[in-house]
């Protein structure tokens, strides 16, 4: 391994943000990046978004329905480290995008509203960060509004999400008081994130910290954070890399308080981009030669070209603009003549990346969601998940003369991700999955405007699709031949099962003890 990076590696820090839809997530990422310098003034994401809006046609929906459907990756500086903050569409009928984005992270911030609580959305979302081992960050927003009491707060992380926590800051007052955050460890307060540096305190009896709060209530804090201090975790790193437990930090994204200490927590504790699992081997981050996979494919952002550019997150080594690189699934080399780099300050100076970063590399179809590209080794990373489906549809199309241009648009959206494709086996026409009803919409609105195929869909006889594998090879052929009717092809021509309920699906595991019904696919 080389010095160089070596230390790029460690610098890294790579992660998403977890959150119920409104607990604040835009704004926190805004300020996150304002605080790395990456943008000159808060509000800029929002500005992108609207920009990207403009492009095309399908986004149109996004515009309607006031939710990001694009997941895009920003990077910023803070201090010593790069952060590549991988954005997720906060809807759940984007849920596959999600978790494919969550397959690309090392840790991620859960944001949680400070009156609200876990939501249902933050709950779901965690449980994918435990099934991946995702050390976990929490951050307590909306401390300037009316909030639940700092304890409880705690209490309900630990009891619905049974992770353990360790407060790092402590909110001084809450609501239309909220002033600043005092830091349990280093007996030091930060009045809002103008201020750089964390002013040192004697205690929480302090002046300082005295003339942060109400006269009224002064007494109350003093008390509340000695109880903090004797009833509460210490903060354990290796139970934090574990998954076991979180850092909690309390603040308002919308009023600056809090972010700082965020950011320095994921710069001093998050972990650098991991090593990745493959098939054959262990992948060390800091290996010399290049591996990467696809974990997003994001297709026609301009509909005048038919551009694809897909998401690729190094793994190892260096990625370097002009490099040739291998495709594992197909073995052939593809030149990476044109790959976008994310760097916010140096956009256009950035040519080379290294574990953890996320490049955007433009192709015609050549790359999919789940390919691994080395320097020439033959070896595949696993683990970017594809969900069966829960919708299934067949698409019905006006105009019969455009029966093979909706086969290929289907194909494309299907390799990008947008819906899943599956052929069944006796002819019948394509039926197309999805996890959730929005992303038919999005997918009639696009066919519509990059293709010019107005499209309706129709009612399948099937509401249940699985994968079936089998240790025995020849089980998994019976079982076809003795269901040709009720079995389809998907994009990489695996087969898959389809039942009309899951009653019928439940009939037949029983009867076919040898076969396996998954419903959850590694792209591979
Ligand atoms: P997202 O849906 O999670 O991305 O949430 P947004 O960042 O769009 O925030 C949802 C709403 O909450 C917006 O109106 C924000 O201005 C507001 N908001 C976000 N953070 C805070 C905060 O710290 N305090 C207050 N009072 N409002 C906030």
Redesign the pocket.
């Known amino acids: 391994m080389t010095e160089p990076i070596k230390k790029a590696v460690a610098r890294r820090r790579t992660f998403a943000i977890i959150?119920?839809?409104?607990?604040?997530?835009?704004?926190?990422?805004?300020k996150l990046l304002l605080f790395g310098g990456a943008i000159q003034l808060a509000g800029e994401v929002k500005a992108k978004k609207d920009r990207m809006n403009t492009r095309s046609d399908w986004m149109k929906i996004e515009r309607e329905r006031g939710i990001?459907v694009v997941t895009s990756v920003m990077t910023f500086e803070y201090g010593d480290n790069v952060f590549n903050l991988l954005d997720t569409p906060?809807h759940e009928d984007f849920a596959d995008d999600t978790y494919r984005t969550l397959s690309a992270v090392d840790s991620a911030v859960m944001?949680i509203?400070a009156a609200k609580g876990i939501e249902p959305r933050t709950l779901k979302l965690f449980e994918v960060c435990r099934m991946r081992d995702i050390p976990i960050v929490t951050f307590v927003?909306?401390?300037?509004?009316e909030a639940r009491d700092t304890f409880e707060i705690l209490d309900e992380i630990e009891h619905k999400l049974a992770l353990d926590t360790a407060p790092i800051t402590w909110p001084i007052g809450s609501g239309k008081s909220f002033a600043g955050t005092y830091h349990l460890a280093e007996n030091a307060v930060r009045h809002g994130d103008a201020e750089v540096e964390r002013q040192k305190v004697n205690g929480p009896d302090s002046n300082r910290v005295a003339g942060l709060l109400p006269e009224n209530d002064r007494e109350a804090f003093i008390e509340e954070l000695e109880l903090a201090r004797e009833a509460c975790r210490p903060f354990d790193h290796k139970a934090f890399l574990e998954g076991h437990l979180t850092p909690v930090f309390f603040?308002?994204?919308?009023?600056n308080?809090g972010v700082r200490d965020l950011i320095e927590a994921l710069g001093a504790w998050a972990p650098p981009p991991r090593d990745q699992e493959a098939d054959t081997r262990m992948v060390h981050a800091t290996e010399d030669k290049m591996t990467s996979f696809v974990f997003k494919i994001q297709a026609n952002m301009d509909p005048n070209h038919r551009d694809r550019i897909a998401f690729v997150r190094v793994c190892s080594g260096t990625l370097e603009r002009g490099m040739k690189a291998k495709l594992v699934r197909t073995g052939k080399q593809m030149s990476l003549s044109a790959p976008q780099f994310f760097f916010a300050r140096s956009r256009v100076t950035a040519d080379e990346a290294y574990a953890g970063d996320v490049v955007g590399i433009p192709n015609h179809g050549t790359l999919r969601i789940g390919d691994t590209l080395t320097e020439g080794e033959d070896v595949i990373f696993r683990g970017v998940p594809n969900f069966a489906p829960e919708i299934l549809r067949r698409v019905r199309l006006g105009d019969a003369m455009k029966a093979k241009k909706l086969k290929e648009a289907l194909q494309q959206m299907a390799e990008e991700g947008v819906v899943q494709l599956f052929q069944p086996e006796d002819g019948s026409p394509a039926i197309v999955g999805v996890v959730g009803a929005l992303q038919l919409d999005v997918l009639k609105e696009r066919l519509a405007a990059e293709y010019s195929l107005p499209v309706d869909f129709e009612m399948s006889r099937f509401s249940v699709c699985r994968w079936i594998a089998a240790d025995d090879r020849a089980e998994v052929q019976r079982f076809i031949d003795a269901h040709r009717g009720d079995i389809a092809r998907d994009l990489d021509n695996d087969p898959v099962f389809l039942a009309q309920h899951s009653f019928s699906l439940n009939y037949e595991a029983e009867r076919w003890k040898a076969i396996r019904f998954t419903d959850v696919k590694d792209y591979q």
Request: aromatic share 4%; hydrophobic share 30%.
């Open positions: 959150a119920h839809p409104d607990a604040g997530k835009t704004t926190l990422t805004e990001s906060g944001v509203d927003n909306k401390m300037d509004r603040g308002s994204a919308l009023r308080f």
